[in-house]
């Protein structure tokens, strides 16, 4: 018996480099978050772990969403909410100083997509030790919106501006087709 768990153990711990390589990290920072999020912009290698990035509070939004759309429909945010737009290619990625706000903090992030200035604003709290995305806020003029307003189940568009025509409108974008990558946690 005493062999038998002995074997069991190696192999339960031959098995923890492979749930820590699954595993989505625990964020100290906000600014760690952040750049977690970025880097398979830079890379190309996306993982499917957006919503282990959003707080419960998002996900639970994303889920109440995705229960109201029909099956042919794509749902109430068809454009990566990272990039604010379509498709992308990165320049210039800041990511400034946390702010602090009710239940959190708030941290700017600006770059260039295919040239055009972007900045959005990340809302993060703590949870679950560390720290996830709870809101992303586009402050960018002409194509304004706010993620959970987006995922509402009224029939607002998202917009803070009146820009935005349609709950589907994804973000201005007239350049050509980029590197790709959906994150919109969908």
């Known amino acids: 018996m005493r062999g ?85 290619q990165l320049s210039g990625l800041q990511i400034g100083d946390a702010s602090p706000e009710a239940g959190g903090v708030s941290v700017p992030v600006s770059f260039k997509n295919f040239d055009d200035p972007q900045s959005l604003l990340f809302h993060l709290v703590k949870e679950g030790g560390g720290w996830k995305i709870n809101d992303i806020e586009s402050l960018t003029p002409g194509s304004t919106w706010r993620l959970t307003t987006l995922l509402a189940p009224d029939d607002s568009d998202g917009s803070t501006d009146g820009t935005d025509a349609s709950p589907n409108a994804a973000p201005d974008d007239d350049s050509a087709q980029g590197a790709g990558g959906d994150n919109s946690g969908q």
Do not use: C, H, M
């Open 4 to 88: 038998f768990l002995a074997v069991v153990g190696l192999y339960l711990l031959s098995l923890a480099p492979v749930w820590a390589a699954n595993s989505v990290p625990v964020f100290d920072t906000p600014t760690a978050l952040l750049q977690y999020a970025y880097a398979p912009y830079a890379t190309g290698k996306f993982k499917d772990d957006t919503n282990q990035l959003y707080s419960s509070e998002l996900n639970a939004q994303f889920r109440a969403a995705d229960a109201n759309v029909p099956a042919d429909d794509i749902g109430p945010v068809d454009f990566d909410v990272f990039v604010n737009g379509q498709d992308y």
